[in-house]
């Protein structure tokens, strides 16, 4: 679903990837770790075309991006979705207009058509029926992160790109965000990567994961990354906060 190879990314003189390669594959979950400053946005913008790499390929789909331009780009993009880590609504417009935004851009389907996809969508992240209605302020922040989700599934992505998707929710609203896209993944056969430094919903929902070291990504299941020899992913995943993990991996 996804190769990058070889990829180089920098501002100025601050090399932040260097010969990055990761390979993505067709219905499963992987999660992306790695320190503050690491790249993990960057690499996720770089993806989806946000950032240009300096040096590299990113494959999508079986086809180099770098080689797509104007309206094959944009349908390229609309078979991905994207969830930014603050959400990214508009704040002027409700969720149901909101989940219509790419709806109307890339299919312009009838007005009443696209209505009832989007309620589609509400009702497929667990919404309520009447929060389509409902402008993001004033729903709470986990209604809103489902919100969205929605948006970014208005176009029936194969790809789905999620920033840390569970920061500032409560355990409760975590671990029920998580099975949410752990259903989406199964039901809907979508493959996903998910930048999150929840090790629970590594641990829950990830097949692999992916973590961002030295400029690179070293790809593993969690028994596997338990075992790798290096400093920050010891600290990370033998650390206090890698208890529930550990236990559930041994
Ligand atoms: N537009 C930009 N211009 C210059 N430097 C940038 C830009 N965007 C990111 N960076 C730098 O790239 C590095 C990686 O940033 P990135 O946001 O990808 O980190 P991250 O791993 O997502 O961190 P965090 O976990 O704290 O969100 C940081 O040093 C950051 O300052």
């Not at 320190?35 to 079986?62: D, F, H, P």
């Amino acid at each position: 679903m996804l190769r990058l190879r070889g990829i180089r990314t920098q501002f100025g003189d601050k090399v932040i990837h260097d010969n990055l390669d990761f390979d993505l594959f067709r219905g499963e979950i992987v999660g992306l770790v790695g320190g503050s400053g690491s790249g993990k946005s960057v690499l996720l913008r770089t993806i989806i075309g946000l950032i240009q790499a300096r040096a590299g390929t990113v494959e999508m789909l079986g086809v180099d991006t770098g080689t797509l331009h104007g309206k094959a780009k944009r349908q390229m993009l609309a078979r991905t979705g994207v969830q930014f880590q603050d959400g990214a609504l508009f704040s002027s417009l409700t969720v149901t207009e909101n989940i219509i935004v790419p709806i109307r851009e890339h299919a312009g389907l009838e007005e009443q058509t696209m209505r009832e996809i989007a309620a589609l969508k509400v009702a497929l992240v667990g919404l309520p029926g009447d929060a389509g209605d409902k402008k993001p302020s004033e729903l709470s922040g986990g209604m809103r992160k489902r919100a969205s989700l929605a948006r970014a599934l208005a176009l029936d992505p194969e790809l789905l790109f999620l920033d840390e998707p569970t920061a500032g929710l409560d355990p409760i609203g975590a671990s029920h965000y998580d099975e949410l896209v752990k259903g989406l993944s199964r039901n809907l056969g979508l493959t996903i990567l998910m930048v999150t430094h929840d090790l629970d919903s590594l641990s829950a929902i990830c097949d692999r994961i992916a973590v961002l070291l030295d400029k690179r990504v070293v790809v593993g299941t969690m028994a596997e990354l338990l075992e790798y020899d290096h400093p920050w992913v010891r600290e990370y995943f033998h650390g206090p906060r890698g208890r529930a993990a550990r236990q559930e991996h041994k």
